[in-house]
């Protein structure tokens, strides 16, 4: 006797090498799939012929046992089809659906699929609705060699799962609050849209999501959430708006992906960049402080287009192994935060170590290398410390300064006179030096016209401070070593000699340096 396998294979090849005239739903009223009486001619669709659901009436068909059909039509866009809890509806051939079909409308705890047993196409202008959680409600492939091909203008909606081998090029939405829609088990090709809104929540699972050029995964509304778990995304764009946001509850890559909207990383997982990553105003929160996290670049492509990099400590940057040219943080995207750099960057955009109104540090293990665009922000709390420059360490090899400092005061923030805070610094036993300096330093208005910010380099430390102008050697007294100190400054072309602000050292710096002496300190 020939096994269930071998008959289905007999079954499928006929199917394909002869095909048949489907057999039509009989009268525009409500029935069951497998009664005979309910079809013209009076049989119940097999593997060997399609079924066909025509009639311009409502009516709904439930599918009541486990059905094998070999194709499916519902030109009826009245029409309802519904496979019922604890049923599976088997394709041999595909879907041409402008109707609804429902898989599992009431969420009954009972596994109902739509199942394909060979490659085939959804299309039409219809609609699948799943309404089950965990395995209620599912769409599957039965094997990676079943490919089903998801054509526009049909949607697929609801909550459910979704374990086919899937090429989506339509609209996938996760559409009910606070219901899961989960893709799993086998790897989704994504050249439309898949998207949740309304607070419901998009699971992709254990799997890769290959996206074309125009794919998109898009959340919308408050609390609307795609988690990531183990999964890898690939090229297309991944948008959050309107308070929804990606999640990565588990290792993530994105390879050659483009961000809208904040994405975070839940602690002690690892976020692994490829290809580079693209912000479209898009946001990493990486890191809680919970547990450690990596976020791993796996090339020397970097970050580029305008967003933000939050380290949220402890956290570990790395980048591929060996030698080679520091990996580009571009120039329209700030880092900042707290954690450890563990890979060779370059800092072309901005970069800002710490959190306002608490402090934090960035360890760089490796070299970060300065450039004319990069800008430093310095941010100062109510408390008179540096906070967002917490401290910022500097280990291995020689730094170069370059770019631009900014100085900013936190709200309620009284600067004193004598206030001095480290923002970048560089233990003793950790060799190699600082060099260079910022070439321009934005700094906020002082408390006092007679006083200023100035930046204090030294081998191993930049620090600020809130000093009085006139004194120019900060001993507390003005006298005459000040005039001496500030003739230094000036013929050596310190731009703290530059007390007119005109990028010249003459004549007028000194007689801008004689009035500020005449007013004194605070």
């Not at 509806?89 to 739509?114: F, H, K, Q, R, Y």
């Not at 588990?250 to 290809?275: C, K, Q, R, W, Y």
């Not at 910022?392 to 900013?408: E, K, R």
């Not at 731009?495 to 500020?516: E, K, M, Q, T």
Request: some cysteine; overall charge negative.
């Amino acid at each position: 006797m020939p096994t269930a396998q071998v008959v289905l294979t007999i079954a499928i090849a006929a199917v394909t090498a002869h095909g048949s005239q489907p057999i039509q739903w009989a009268q525009p009223l409500d029935g069951a799939w497998n009664n005979p009486a309910n079809w013209n001619p009076a049989v119940v669709p097999g593997v060997a012929q399609g079924a066909l659901l025509a009639f311009d009436h409502p009516y709904a068909v439930s599918v009541t046992t486990n059905v094998l059909v070999g194709s499916l039509s519902i030109p009826n866009s009245l029409a309802t089809l519904v496979i019922q809890p604890g049923r599976t509806l088997g394709m041999l051939g595909p879907v041409v659906n402008d109707a609804v079909i429902e898989i599992n409308p009431t969420n009954a705890d009972l596994d109902s699929a739509l199942r394909f047993h060979t490659s085939a196409s959804i299309s039409g202008s219809g609609l699948i609705r799943l309404g089950g959680e965990t395995i209620r409600a599912r769409i599957l492939s039965t094997s990676a060699a079943s490919i089903v091909t998801h054509e526009p203008p049909h949607t697929i909606a609801g909550f459910g799962r979704i374990e086919a081998v899937l090429v989506n090029n339509a609209l996938i939405s996760a559409d009910r609050t606070f219901r899961d829609l989960i893709f799993t088990t086998h790897p989704v090709v994504n050249n439309g849209t898949i998207e949740a809104r309304n607070r419901a929540l998009l699971r992709f699972l254990n799997i890769d999501v290959d996206q074309g050029p125009d794919g998109l995964i898009v959340l919308e509304d408050f609390n609307t959430v795609a988690n990531l778990f183990n999964a890898t995304i690939r090229s297309g764009a991944l948008r959050a708006s309107g308070g929804a946001e990606f999640k990565a509850p588990g290792d993530t890559t994105l390879d050659a992906v483009t961000l809208s909207g904040p994405l975070t990383l839940f602690a002690g997982s690892t976020l692994s960049i490829a290809n580079g990553l693209t912000l479209d105003q898009g946001i990493l929160h990486l890191g809680a402080v919970s547990g450690g996290n990596t976020l791993a670049f796996q090339d020397r492509i970097g970050v580029h287009g305008e967003g933000e990099i939050r380290l949220l400590g402890p956290i570990i940057v790395t980048g591929p192994a060996g030698p080679g040219e520091p990996i580009p943080i571009g120039s329209g995207v700030r880092l900042t935060g707290a954690g450890t750099i563990d890979t060779d960057l370059i800092i072309e955009g901005t970069i800002s170590p710490g959190f306002e109104n608490a402090g934090g540090t960035l360890f760089a293990r490796r070299l970060l290398t300065f450039t004319e665009s990069t800008v430093f922000d310095a941010h100062l709390d109510g408390r008179g410390r540096v906070i967002q420059q917490d401290t910022f360490t500097q280990p291995d090899a020689m730094q170069q300064l370059d770019g631009t400092l900014v100085l900013t005061v936190g709200d309620g923030y009284e600067p004193q006179t004598g206030d001095r805070v480290t923002i970048i610094r560089r233990p003793l036993n950790v060799p190699g030096v600082f060099e260079g300096r910022f070439h321009t330093v934005v700094t906020p208005t002082p408390p006092d016209p007679r006083l200023a910010y100035r930046v204090e380099y030294d081998p191993r430390s930049v620090s600020v401070t809130l000093h009085c102008v006139a004194d120019m050697n900060d001993d507390g007294q003005l006298n005459i070593f000040d005039f001496f100190f500030f003739t230094s400054l000036w013929e050596s072309g310190d731009p703290a000699a530059d007390l007119n602000g005109d990028g010249l050292f003459n004549f007028f710096d000194f007689v801008a340096y004689l009035n500020l002496f005449n007013q004194g300190c605070p």
